[in-house]
């Protein structure tokens, strides 16, 4: 029998495209305290990380009891958003077709993602894409990205070790807790940090289309 294999996801900019739910959950959160809303790229930047940590990084001169405060009203806006019909985070395209491919070929899968368990949950529902995984980590679960701990307790519950196992995210944060815990790390284009950023914090590879990915995994994790 071939060793089992794992491919673990990132949500927000690898499988959804969450930036307008997440950007205007920031703009509301700034506005309910009296601040000015930053640049939709500066938030683009620290998607991924947990949300204190976020804010900390968006507004470093302030302090921590402030930057608490504004996360609770992110996660009121954001809340109240996803009971607008208007309001979506769809799937990227190919994103469900990569899923079944790497099902249908016998690898294991799983999220890792600084989304709260209420956030994830409500998009895998959404979405329908809860039975592909076999683990989930997300802001309640360990230190954020790019900590490794997540990674390793993903890993550790599906019984793979790090030379088995290839963290796809958009985000250098996902590609630095791949390094950290041992695994390979592969970067999309179609998210939050631009590719060559990606190479530089050391994707293996950096692909720029869901088609592309189950061919590459196959590749580098060969079942």
């Given at each position: 029998?071939?060793?089992?294999?794992?491919?673990?996801?990132?949500?927000?900019?690898?499988?959804?495209?969450?930036?307008f739910?997440?950007?205007?959950?920031?703009?509301?959160?700034?506005?309910?305290?009296?601040?000015?809303?930053?640049?939709?790229e500066?938030?683009?930047?620290?998607v991924?990380?947990?949300?204190?940590?976020?804010?900390?990084?968006?507004?470093?001169?302030?302090?921590?009891?402030?930057?608490?405060?504004?996360?609770?009203?992110?996660?009121?806006?954001?809340?109240d958003?996803?009971?607008?019909?208007?309001?979506?985070?769809?799937?990227?395209?190919?994103?469900?077709?990569?899923?079944?491919?790497?099902?249908?070929?016998?690898?294991?899968?799983?999220?890792?993602?600084?989304?709260?368990?209420r956030?994830l949950r409500?998009i895998?529902?959404?979405?329908?894409?809860?039975?592909?995984f076999q683990?989930?980590?997300?802001?309640?679960?360990?230190?954020?990205?790019?900590?490794?701990?997540?990674?390793?307790?993903?890993?550790?519950?599906?019984g793979?070790?790090?030379?088995?196992?290839?963290?796809?995210?958009?985000?250098?944060?996902?590609i630095?807790?791949?390094?950290?815990?041992?695994?390979?790390?592969?970067?999309?284009?179609?998210?939050?940090?631009?590719?060559?950023?990606?190479?530089?914090?050391?994707?293996?590879?950096?692909?720029?289309?869901?088609e592309?990915?189950?061919?590459?995994?196959?590749?580098?994790?060969?079942?």
């Open positions: 029998m071939s060793s089992l294999k794992l491919v673990v996801f990132d949500c927000d900019g690898t499988l959804v495209d969450s930036q739910v997440i950007a205007e959950s920031m703009r509301r959160a700034f506005a309910a305290h009296g601040l000015e809303p930053l640049p939709r500066a938030v683009r930047r620290v991924g990380l947990p949300l204190e940590q976020s804010i900390s990084w968006l507004l470093p001169d302030m302090k921590p009891r402030d930057h608490k405060a504004i996360a609770q009203s992110f996660r009121d806006t954001f809340f958003l996803h009971h607008d019909p208007s309001c979506e985070e769809p799937l990227f395209d190919g994103a469900r077709a990569c899923l079944e491919a790497l099902e249908g070929a016998g690898y294991l899968m799983a999220v890792a993602t600084g989304k709260s368990r956030g409500r895998l529902e959404n979405h329908d894409l809860g039975h592909f683990a989930l980590k997300t802001a309640e679960d360990g230190p954020g990205k790019p900590d490794p701990q997540i990674l390793k307790d993903i890993m550790a519950d599906c793979v070790g790090p030379a088995d196992t290839a963290v796809v995210g958009d985000t250098t944060f996902d630095m807790m791949a390094g950290n815990a041992g695994a390979f790390g592969i970067g999309v284009e179609w998210g939050y940090h631009q590719p060559e950023e990606l190479r530089a914090a050391g994707a293996c590879e950096v692909v720029a289309q869901f592309a990915l189950p061919p590459f995994v196959r590749e580098l994790l060969p079942l």
